[in-house]
């Protein structure tokens, strides 16, 4: 059932996603040749719980870290380890927070150092794919939507849109209804309504939009070994528009 927040819960989710939007501000000075992923979990871990939170992704469905890594070729759900960050490297950097019981969730991706053009086209698209799926958020939007807007502009700029993997509801639960694909058609699915709470990630790739999961369960790939970006916000509902609960 997709929930309906109250001004309440919106509060508490509001500093929850300003606490991720902090701690992904904290970390983009670390994000530079040399670090380890595992350091810059470390980091995101002890700034998050400094400001009275706790890591929405650690032990979650059995996760090991506190934040999702995801290098190049990696889309998502990469796991901090020993690997250190390389010269032309980008990488999605993806965190959540839970402040007094309720979740706030955001992704972005980096440049490490100076990249080639095709990942900062890469970046700059897939960015700009997702605030042109936020852009159709109001009441009386149908899910399907936004879903059509981020499609429409990833294929029209020649990028791989990933369909296995899908933004979604926020709440006290970190995943909640309704599912918002980053494909569809317009006017289908759920109806938006304000104070519902949704994350909107687009995950796209500079080839292929196929993708594979590795053997520890988690990391999803490209197929073809292209990089891929994941830019997400957290976002309140409102009666003519949106509120991005995720600042940054």
């Avoid at 998050?48 to 999702?68: E, L, R, W």
């Avoid at 020993?82 to 950097?93: P, T």
């Avoid at 879903?147 to 639960?173: D, P, T």
Wanted: negative net charge; proline residues 4%; contains cysteine.
């Amino acid at each position: 059932m997709i929930s309906i927040k109250s001004s309440r819960e919106i509060e508490l989710m509001r500093i929850a996603g300003e606490i991720v939007g902090k701690t992904h501000n904290y970390l983009k000075s670390y994000i530079k040749a040399g670090i380890t992923t595992k350091k810059l979990d470390e980091l995101a871990y002890n700034f998050i719980i400094s400001q009275g939170a706790t890591p929405s992704f650690k032990n979650y469905n059995g996760f090991p870290a506190s934040i999702c890594t995801s290098i190049n070729e990696e889309v998502v759900h990469g796991i901090p380890d020993n690997r250190k960050l390389k010269d032309g490297d980008i990488i999605s950097i993806d965190i959540g927070a839970c402040y007094k019981g309720y979740h706030g969730d955001s992704a972005w991706s980096y440049p490490v150092g100076r990249i080639s053009s095709d990942k900062e086209y890469l970046l700059k698209h897939t960015e700009r794919a997702l605030f042109v799926g936020l852009d159709q958020i109001k009441e009386g939007t149908k899910i399907g939507d936004i879903g059509y807007a981020i499609s429409n502009y990833a294929e029209n700029h020649n990028l791989g849109v990933v369909k296995e993997l899908v933004g979604h509801g926020v709440g006290n639960h970190l995943h909640e209804e309704p599912d918002v694909p980053n494909y569809g058609f317009k006017h289908v699915g759920p109806t938006l309504k304000a104070g519902m709470v949704i994350a909107v990630e687009p995950m796209l790739n500079f080839g292929t939009a196929n993708v594979y999961l590795l053997d520890d369960d988690w990391t999803v790939i490209t197929a073809d070994g292209e990089p891929s970006a994941h830019f997400e916000h957290t976002v309140v509902v409102t009666k003519d528009g949106y509120e991005i609960l995720t600042k940054r």
